[in-house]
């Protein structure tokens, strides 16, 4: 018994070494993961016995205040709206940026939040960007409960979360990173400016993008921040057949100004 338990080791760093990286748990015959379960109390002991790098630790303790609501969890909850998502099953979440340095930052976030720390890599589309990404289901579940959607958000119902509405403080944060994400603030004539907000949402769902963007609206006049009607304009048709449409408003001449101010432009 003695003998088998000292030979686990070496069977880990022989894997390992055909392999050309450290053995992972799709790559470990099954008798030889239950045994070093049974010897060692779990796989990624054995591997650090065998000097081997332990990758995907499961996290499950988090610092006391990680579930409660604050504005950094505002902030990832309108991350998660608009440039990120979390995946349909919530074994993590992702976000996108063509500027690193917003990624960083969200980092920066999630580990003073969590003590999460995610992994970079390329994004897609057109032009230089960003992937990064966080695998939990402790931390997503959590999110998904709080009223983050899971899955393409273009294809599901969803709406700002009454926590966020009901805290102006909350609000404030929300509203600064979703305009960031998706909004553009650009010369309307010499001496002013104009900031508008779109979202693309399934022609199946419109109703709900607009329902969704009225919310947003209706955070702004927290702020005494008016906008325009929205308006529907030309989306897409996606490769699967599926049509999108692309749901706007401005703010009004007033607001811009106030945006700035009460808001912040991160921009």
């Not at 030889?32 to 499950?60: D, P």
């Not at 906008?227 to 449409?245: P, V």
Request: with cysteine.
């Amino acid at each position: 018994m003695a003998k088998k338990k000292e030979n686990i080791p070496s069977q880990l760093r022989s894997i390992s070494d055909k392999l050309g990286h450290s053995i992972k748990r799709r790559d470990c015959p099954y008798r030889l993961y239950t045994e070093c379960v049974k010897h060692f109390g779990s796989f990624n002991k054995a591997k650090k016995l065998a000097g081997l790098k332990v990758v995907n630790i499961r996290i499950t303790s988090f610092p006391k205040d990680a579930f409660r609501l604050d504005t950094n969890l505002a902030m990832i909850t309108a991350y998660l709206t608009a440039d990120g998502h979390l995946y349909k099953d919530l074994k993590g979440f992702q976000f996108y940026s063509k500027d690193k340095k917003t990624l960083e930052e969200l980092d920066r976030i999630l580990y003073k939040k969590f003590r999460l720390k995610g992994k970079y890599g390329e994004g897609t589309g057109y032009g230089e960007a960003y992937r990064y990404s966080i695998f939990n289901r402790i931390i997503s579940k959590f999110l998904n409960k709080l009223g983050v959607p899971s899955g393409n958000k273009m294809f599901i119902a969803f709406d700002i979360p009454k926590w966020v509405k009901n805290n102006k403080e909350f609000s404030r944060e929300y509203l600064k990173v979703l305009f960031y994400c998706e909004g553009s603030k650009y010369k309307h004539s010499k001496n002013t400016y104009q900031i508008k907000i779109n979202f693309n949402k399934s022609e199946k769902l419109l109703d709900d993008g607009i329902k969704f963007m009225r919310s947003v609206q209706e955070l702004l006049k927290i702020f005494d921040i008016d906008a325009t009607n929205i308006w529907i304009s030309k989306g897409n048709i996606r490769k699967d057949g599926e049509i999108t449409k692309q749901i706007n408003f401005k703010l009004k001449a007033a607001g811009n100004d106030k945006f700035i101010k009460e808001i912040g432009w991160l921009k």
